[in-house]
């Protein structure tokens, strides 16, 4: 991905014409669309064409599963014309692979889930998250997926892979801070819900790209 707002948008949405609008209206916002499960299972995966007119696509599917269903999730979504796929590390370093040489056969991106933004994380997944990690760099991975609600944890896993790319959530609705994700390492923030959800979607995007802006000058 190229460097531009440093924004990536989280369309956690269920409705096409609602997902349609919010890409067309914020065009230019982001430097992706992040959809997932939600919208996908609503629309279909034809919806992924619809919004890669306006924007490049994410898709946060969390793949999860042995290396040949893994291997055939992915080519779905890529074939529909996703540029980045979003995988968890825990099933082992052969259904990563997996994912890694799909993404890259469709010179697409790999974003690998270290650790997640909610409370529940630091249940099971905060302990892991330096393994899922060097996961990620033995993969190939593009990147991670690391917690804007918890900057400490970026900055842990900056170390370890150095100049990969990290996309992290938590900003906005979760009460993670830009300036502090950003201070400990990530690289593209991920925001959501407190843009969709709003009334004036593009008002709240111009005030958290000008909130961004300041926290990185």
Do not use: W
């Not at 909610?118 to 991670?144: I, S």
């Amino acid at each position: 991905m190229m460097k531009s707002s440093r924004l990536i948008l989280a369309l956690d949405v269920t409705s096409e014409d609602k997902a349609l609008s919010l890409v067309r209206d914020l065009e230019g916002c982001f430097d992706a669309v992040k959809i997932g499960y939600p919208l996908i299972l609503s629309c279909g995966l034809g919806i992924v064409g619809k919004i890669s007119r306006f924007s490049p696509v994410i898709a946060d599917l969390k793949i999860a599963d042995i290396p040949n269903t893994n291997r055939l999730i992915c080519e779905e979504a890529l074939r529909a014309g996703v540029s980045g796929l979003i995988a968890h590390a825990f099933p082992g370093q052969d259904s990563l692979k997996a994912c890694a040489e799909s993404a890259r056969a469709y010179g697409a991106d790999l974003f690998v889930v270290t650790e997640m933004s909610h409370p529940g994380a630091k249940d099971f997944m905060t302990p892991l998250a330096e393994g899922l990690a060097k996961a990620a760099v033995e993969a190939g991975a593009t990147g991670v997926v690391a917690p804007a609600t918890r900057p400490e944890r970026i900055k842990m896993i900056r170390s370890i892979i150095a100049d990969k790319i990290i996309i992290s959530p938590g900003v906005g609705a979760q009460g993670g801070s830009a300036a502090d994700a950003i201070k400990a390492g990530a690289d593209y923030l991920i925001v959501g819900r407190s843009i969709t959800g709003a009334d004036n979607p593009m008002a709240e995007a111009e005030k958290v790209l000008s909130q961004f802006k300041a926290s990185v000058l």
